[in-house]
């Protein structure tokens, strides 16, 4: 094939997680309704998991290829994503977001402390069993101090009469998120093959495209969960989304690093990565605090740190490539 032709097909494969992320978020949206769940706490651990179904897909297929560096690259990639560019952008367009009632200052601090977790661990260059032990126990303290907290700080939503009525709803949305969920992990193995095609062909380390190509691919349902927040005027669920989505990556590290052993990855550009994302989750946190919202100047601020991060990757892709 032709390097047109994969071309072609990753942003096929894109567009199909594009696709049916748009019709998982409408069928959990209703089923959390139904069972009058509340915005936040629904987003953060049913949407959280969801929109990182893209991660878990190409986690898997990554594992089965023998090449768990294009997840971790991924992994850390798309938690560095979702937190310095598509939540600025949100706060950007969506004209700032306002954070009463979502999380309490040591949950979030907890919280983004899980999402920093995987690029630490792949410093030295090696990940381990052990660390995939860690991670996985950490993400689960968290899960534990959220579910504490949720009765205590929420506001319960109203749940229109109407979605009530209709007996069929949750079965009919459980088989669409079946069915969605299907096609996005078949996308993400077409994804996982795109990758490491483009690795071969620029003479790169494959983390390095999961880390610069695919933590953009992957996070195509945040970007869905943004547009449709917005519009909906529900930023909270939004926040609450991204959230559980960067933090699932730290889950979902802890699995391939279990199921894959130990193996090593490039630690240079993750010690760039590390840094850039360590300033800007400190930055993200006091802008959360003042005044329990991030506004639309914080948002562009926020930004900036993707745009140095894009920068660095790119500048590292023409260094290995030269090699």
Known sequence: MTTLVHVFIFLFSAAVVWFFAGILIESV????KHFHKTGFSVAFFVLG?????SEISVAVNASLAGVPQISVGNLVGASFVVLLLIVPLLAIAGNGIDLKHTISKKNMILTLAVILLPVLLTLDGNVTKAEGILSILVYGSLVYAIHRQKNTIEEVEQIPAALLEKKHATLYDALKILGGGAAIFVAGHFLVDQASYFALLLDVPSSLMGL????????????????????????????????GSAAANTLIFGFVAIVNGAFTVESTEFFETALLMF???????????????????EGVAL????????????????RFSAN
């Open 29 to 32: 949206d209703r089923v959390a």
């Open 49 to 53: 998991i969801l929109t990182s179904i």
């Open 212 to 243: 610069l190509l695919l933590s953009i691919g992957t996070n195509v349902p945040e970007l869905v969960v943004a547009a449709r927040s917005i519009l909906k005027r529900h930023k909270d669920i939004a926040f609450g989304d991204y959230l």
């Open 279 to 297: 300033f800007g989750i400190v930055s993200l946190y006091f802008f959360s605090r003042s005044g329990n919202t991030i506004s639309r100047k």
């Open 303 to 318: 930004a900036l740190f993707y745009v140095w991060f894009l920068a660095t990757q790119i500048i590292n892709v023409f």
